[in-house]
């Protein structure tokens, strides 16, 4: 049986390229749809994730083989500041975007449990 299916946001370049900095919150959502999850810390942040899964077997869990993660940073005054597109290169969360490693902090450590909580699999270590 060897089965990949996709769940989550659906990655889509055409309609991310269309999320531009000053943009407000309700054209992102228009745009993209509801998020994935969101955080308050700091300034509000949404998070769209995408997974592609593999069942082997009928009877098996699915396990996790990519993900990604797009992020809208938004300011005070809720308008988009930056777009980042985070996904594992080499077994780092890594910026396609900006072509640059996720920054220190809270944001890091956010995106780390991220990407380690949602499958047994664990590419980034103990």
Known sequence: MNETFSRGFVMDEGLVAQIKPSMDVQSVLQILGTPSTTSTVGNRTFYYISQTMRRRFQFQD??????????????????????????????????????TTAAGGEEQSFLRNLFRGVTKFNPLGS
């Open 62 to 99: 699915p396990q996790v083989i990519d993900q990604q993660v797009l992020v809208i940073y938004f300011n005070k005054s809720f308008k988009v500041e930056r777009v980042a597109h985070y996904g594992l290169q080499d077994g780092v969360i890594f910026d396609f975007i900006s072509r």
